[in-house]
T-cell receptor, first 112, second 115 residues
Framework: GENVEQHPSTLSVQEGDSAVIKCTYSDSASNYFPWYKQELGKRPQLIIDIRSNVGEKKDQRIAVTLNKTAKHFSLHITETQPEDSAVYFCAASISNNNDMRFGAGTRLTVKP | GAGVSQSPSNKVTEKGKDVELRCDPISGHTALYWYRQSLGQGLEFLIYFQGNSAPDKSGLPSDRFSAERTGGSVSTLTIQRTQQEDSAVYLC?????????????FGPGTRLLVL
């Protein structure tokens, strides 16, 4: 089955800097890659997703890139703000399967 | 509109007792998922329902865990003879249908503590 690895496990950046979180997946059939943000004590919330027919997607300060050949995808947050501090999870799934596998999470801390 | 809801929000039980967790998906969502999140850990897939059927039960950790869904809506996750290692947050999510990477929306979770 699918195996998703996420790095780093913790990331600390200064406000205004960029943050990059990387994930790799094992099943080449995976074609949907969402990213979730989970603030302390709250539920995971989708922040951005990408499907395998595109290589990059942007939404304001957040972007995700996908390299299907290398089987990795990354989350990029620019101009970080303290409210970006949270745990971020990547995931991968295969269409018509819905067996979504999550990475272990990255705890991002943005220092003011 | 209303999101995914779960009950109870918190549950404390004694080792060996059975517990039942409930999930109300977003109205009209046919796919429903259960995950477990241990303290400070990632999300562990447990089971997935498409309508009332569960095509994938591979994530259930043991035969003490079972889940059902009736009427294509509410789902219950039952843990029999609870153990301390069952302590975790149990998250439910739903998506509109089984399609090309459907977005899953999460409920607030049930925090289970087994003493």
């Amino acid at each position: 089955g699918e195996n998703v690895e996420q790095h780093p496990s913790t990331l600390s950046v200064q406000e205004g800097d960029s943050a990059v979180i990387k994930c790799t997946y094992s099943d080449s059939a995976s074609n949907y890659f969402p990213w979730y943000k989970q603030e302390l004590g709250k539920r995971p919330q989708l922040i951005i997703d990408i499907r395998s027919n595109v290589g990059e997607k942007k939404d304001q300060r957040i972007a995700v890139t996908l390299n299907k050949t290398a089987k990795h995808f990354s989350l990029h947050i620019t101009e970080t703000q303290p409210e970006d501090s949270a745990v971020y999870f990547c995931a991968a799934s295969i269409s018509n399967n819905n067996d979504m596998r999550f990475g272990a999470g990255t705890r991002l801390t943005v220092k003011p | 509109g209303a999101g995914v809801s779960q009950s109870p929000s918190n549950k404390v039980t004694e080792k060996g007792k059975d517990v039942e967790l409930r999930c109300d998906p977003i109205s009209g969502h046919t796919a429903l998922y259960w995950y477990r999140q241990s303290l400070g850990q990632g999300l562990e897939f447990l089971i997935y329902f498409q309508g009332n059927s569960a095509p994938d039960k591979s994530g259930l950790p043991s035969d003490r865990f079972s889940a059902e869904r009736t009427g294509g809506s509410v789902s219950t996750l039952t843990i029999q003879r609870t153990q301390q290692e069952d302590s975790a947050v149990y998250l439910c999510a739903s998506s509109q249908n089984q399609g090309f990477g459907e977005t899953q929306y999460f409920g607030p979770g049930t925090r289970l503590l087994v003493l």
